[in-house]
């Protein structure tokens, strides 16, 4: 079909957020980054976001089925321009504008208002003129290209792989890679890509634009949106692609993505099983279950793996400066540890003396201005104290004024005008719970403060991840770790000494400049060491399991 996915037959079929989507795609394809869709209820006159050169870029998409766009058009995307303090804004339509649109446009731009307008014509050309693939931000690195390679032989052989890469390695970079090969050996097949939530899916179809061709539609299927048709590159919500899958469709290769999620049985179970015939792979940052069901007997044996301490000492991911605050351990119950055989949960409520929000506040304020351009986000324990903690930043420093709360309770449009201002520098700290956990990228992130208790080792390699990735500028990540569980302090532990093994003579394996991984009291971080050694699987133990600890 010519123009594709910017065609008007294309737009014209896809209704209101067909055009928005299609808009989506080609911004990429021009060299934006950081697009996000902002439409809904409370946007204000814009549809997208989006950031070329550090200028901050709004589209509003009008589509109609009946012939040109009238003022009200015009008016959105001024009252919109306004609103963000937007750079640069654009209206874009599938058909064009009435005169009256046209002369207030213009009448805007005698007073120095500018607005490009992208309309069908307009948008065909685009279509034509940019290039079939998203202009690549980098390379794959030489281990992307084993990893993918690895996972190739093994799917020709066994027709199923797992790939287990840290966050910031770039799992669905490899992902995207194999769907790639596989379309160039088999056109016009389907491929399916699925996971567990919505906002995922949505973001990995905006990850694969980049590993596809133009001419290669993909198809988004959520209990919110349904697609015209089930060609191409199909990626949907587990719940959904079932019903497509019971019904008779049949891919050729499936990606599933946190990978961690499926069970012995359940939804994942069964959609992998109806499409037994098809070529099946797994990628996830995090293979372990709370269950303890094993994701390899499903998968195979990793095809190719690479840790957190690994990709540092590789240096693929950020150097980090991790501090644990210790110093509000409660030394009487050291002394009585040993002697009463304390259970975990017993350990913690007994060992860790709480910390005021005011005393973190002036740690991290340190922390704040020892780095470079910082850009922070902040766990908490609850909604509740994410939304304190944001309040309390936003008075107690006059460049934290704008600092943010972002949680599950947001409005969707919220969140994405949230996340684009953040990476934008406009919001210079966010406090969370677990929004971060999966499926938001966010490579400026250099310092990270841990208010929340994790007894997940899986959810703590989540969130760490998130500050891990490389970035033009950045130094090193910065962790204030405020403790209250002795399994964190398991799990820093182990990756101090994971780090630490590397072989100094091996020049490909060695801890990045300025790392480090430390307690602020060292007698502290002796004794819990020494403890740790000797307590087995610490890391993770469940709430119950009683500790018997060496006498100090």
């Not at 990709?311 to 210790?326: E, K, N, P, T, W």
């Amino acid at each position: 079909m010519t123009g594709g996915f910017l065609s008007p037959e294309a737009l014209l079929a896809g209704g209101p957020r067909g055009l928005t989507h299609a808009v989506e795609r080609a911004l990429w394809h021009l060299g934006f980054a950081d697009v996000r869709v902002v439409d809904g209820a409370g946007d204000e006159g814009a549809d997208v976001l989006a950031v070329r050169d550090r200028e901050q870029w709004i589209f509003q998409c009008k589509w109609s089925s009946r012939g040109p766009i009238g003022r009200e058009g015009v008016d959105d995307i001024e009252r919109a321009r306004t609103r963000y303090g937007a750079d640069k804004s654009v209206l874009a339509t599938n058909t064009g504008l009435t005169r009256t649109a046209e002369e207030r446009r213009r009448a805007l731009e005698t007073v120095g208002i500018r607005m490009a307008v992208w309309d069908g014509p307009t948008l065909a050309v685009i279509w034509e003129r940019m290039p079939p693939h998203v202009p690549a931000q980098y390379e794959l690195r030489e281990y992307q290209i084993k990893a993918a390679n690895k996972l190739e032989s093994d799917l020709a052989s066994t027709g199923r792989a797992l790939l287990v890469l840290a966050t910031g390695l770039g799992k669905t970079v490899v992902g995207g890679e194999l769907i790639r090969r596989h379309l160039n050996a088999r056109p016009g097949t389907s491929v399916l890509v699925t996971a567990h939530m919505k906002e995922l899916v949505e973001q990995l179809e905006r990850a694969l634009w980049r590993h596809l061709d133009k001419a290669v539609p993909t198809r988004l299927l959520t209990g919110d949106v349904k697609p015209p048709s089930l060609d191409g590159v199909l990626i949907g919500t587990v719940e959904s692609i079932l019903g497509v899958v019971r019904a008779g469709w049949r891919p050729s290769l499936v990606m599933v993505d946190e990978t961690h999620h499926v069970g012995e049985q359940g939804r994942f179970a069964e959609l992998l099983d109806l499409c037994h015939e098809a070529t099946q792979f797994g990628v996830t940052a995090t293979p372990w279950r709370g269950d303890k069901f094993d994701i390899t007997v499903r998968f195979g044996s990793p095809s190719y793996s690479m840790g957190i301490a690994e990709g540092m000492a590789a240096g693929y991911l950020s150097a980090v400066d991790y501090r644990l605050f210790v110093d509000n351990l409660d030394w009487e119950v050291v002394r009585t540890a040993s002697e009463h055989g304390y259970s975990l949960k017993e350990l913690n409520r007994l060992l860790f003396l709480p910390q005021r929000d005011e005393e973190i506040v002036e740690q991290f304020r340190s922390a704040w201005r020892e780095t470079a351009d910082p850009r922070a986000i902040l766990f908490c324990q609850t909604i509740e104290h994410a939304e304190r903690m944001a309040e309390l930043l936003s008075v107690s420093d006059s460049a934290w004024h704008r600092a943010s709360f972002l949680h599950s309770g947001l409005p969707r449009q919220r969140r994405q005008v949230l996340l684009n201002e953040f990476r934008l520098g406009r919001v210079p700290i966010i406090t969370c719970v677990d929004v971060f956990n999966e499926g938001v990228d966010v490579p400026d992130v250099n310092l990270i403060a841990f208010l929340r208790v994790t007894h997940s080792r899986r959810i703590f390699v989540q969130q760490l991840g998130r500050g891990l990735r490389l970035s033009a500028g950045k130094d090193k990540l910065k962790v204030l770790d405020f403790v209250t569980d002795i399994r964190r302090v398991a799990a820093t532990l182990d990756l101090r000494r994971a780090l630490e093994a590397a072989e100094p003579e091996d020049v490909h394996l060695r801890l990045p400049r300025g790392s480090r991984i430390e307690f602020n009291d060292e007698t502290a971080g002796t004794l819990l060491d020494h403890w740790i050694k000797d307590a087995a699987s610490l890391e993770t133990a469940a709430d119950e399991v009683r500790l018997q600890f060496p006498t100090q």
